[in-house]
């Protein structure tokens, strides 16, 4: 059975779109650095910490905000198998093709490559942003192995508004 924990005592950052945050799973740009503009093509990255003295990390779904659900793409891993949780929209493109909304990512590590206490990993996806300034929040499920824990995998759910030990991650678009 699967079990979720919530964690205290995370510190809370007040600029999750800075590079780097310590204590969560944090979305930021990779490229280009700087602000998130409006509908512009741009790169951004997951890192996912490590903060388990014993237990090393082997799954992290992040939840994809509607607004940029049909306009994401994502990196291809050689250490982690990615599945993407999508739905059809029910329209098509210029070539007759269904039009798919990727709702969730989901990266499991193979054998041998779990994000082991003391490091991070980081996962990169493309999107094209809003036409518009508005706030994407990229809640994200990370699960800890049950090496050392009797057999339960450990949930942490960074979902959580800012205020919260364990905030989702969120990212302001604003115009050019």
């Known amino acids: 059975m699967k079990k979720l924990i919530s ?11 800075a590079p780097f945050a310590i204590g969560h799973a944090t979305v930021s740009l990779l490229q280009p650095q ?46 982690w198998t990615i599945k993407l949780q999508r739905r059809d929209t029910g329209e098509k493109n210029a070539e007759g093709d269904a039009i798919f909304a990727v709702e969730k990512v989901t990266w499991r590590a193979k054998k041998g490559n779990m ?8 996962f990169q ?25 009797g057999g339960t995998n450990e ?3 960074w979902s959580g508004d800012a205020a919260s030990a364990t905030p989702a991650s969120c990212v302001d678009v604003v115009a050019n």
């Open 125 to 149: 996806f493309r999107l094209q942003n809003p036409a518009t300034p508005q706030k994407l929040c990229f809640p994200t499920d990370q699960w800890y192995n049950a090496k050392l824990k």
């Open 115 to 122: 994000i082991k206490p003391g490091f991070y990993g980081e």
């Open 34 to 79: 700087g602000k998130a503009l409006t509908a512009a093509r741009t790169t951004y990255i997951l890192r996912v910490p490590n903060e388990r003295a014993a237990q090393s990390t082997f799954s992290v779904t992040m939840n994809v905000p509607e607004a940029v659900q049909r306009a994401i793409s994502v990196k291809q891993m050689a250490d």
């Open 7 to 17: 964690l205290t005592g995370v510190a809370l950052v007040a600029a999750v779109a």
């Open 155 to 157: 949930l942490v759910s």
